[in-house]
């Protein structure tokens, strides 16, 4: 697969007949939910659920998604959806981007990006990370350019 970055963190996922709209394509909320499904599977792998995020009363939020749909899909289509850490101030906000690629010949089909912000989920302020956050996120980064730090 032919991935913007080094080491993805990697979700299949296929068009259902419900997720095509009226032009006959995946509709581009489906899009946006699965980058969602995507970010909460690798922050789980990470060692970081909505558990954890709850016990430390702090969250990633997002504070700017983009979405840049390049190709359309069909119901059935295999496809792979790939997301990475690319760059943080180690203190209060990251970046996390997204690539969707179709299994047959390599596509993107979808590149995506999120500009976070550490919240408390209290008060629903802007917090410094806690350093379990830090632990677990920052060691993830790659480089935005492509390349492994």
Do not use: K
């Not at 489906?30 to 430390?56: N, T």
């Not at 749909?69 to 790939?82: C, D, F, I, K, R």
């Amino acid at each position: 697969m032919n991935w913007d970055h080094p080491r993805p963190y990697t979700l299949p996922v296929m068009p259902q007949p419900g997720d095509i709209d009226g032009l006959n394509h995946t509709n581009n909320a489906v899009y946006v939910q699965w980058c969602e499904a995507v970010a909460w599977a690798h922050s789980e792998a990470l060692g970081l659920s909505l558990a954890d995020y709850r016990r430390l009363d702090r969250a990633m939020a997002i504070r700017r998604g983009e979405y840049d749909y390049l190709l359309p899909t069909a119901a059935g289509e295999a496809l792979t959806l790939g997301t990475w850490l690319v760059a943080s101030d180690g203190r209060l906000a990251m970046e996390r981007r997204f690539q969707l690629l179709r299994n047959d010949d390599g596509a993107t089909i979808l590149r995506g990006r999120w500009q976070l912000v550490c919240i408390e989920m209290s008060s629903g302020r802007p917090r410094r990370m806690p350093p379990e956050f830090c632990e677990a996120y920052l060691g993830e980064m790659v480089d935005p350019g492509g390349r492994a730090p």
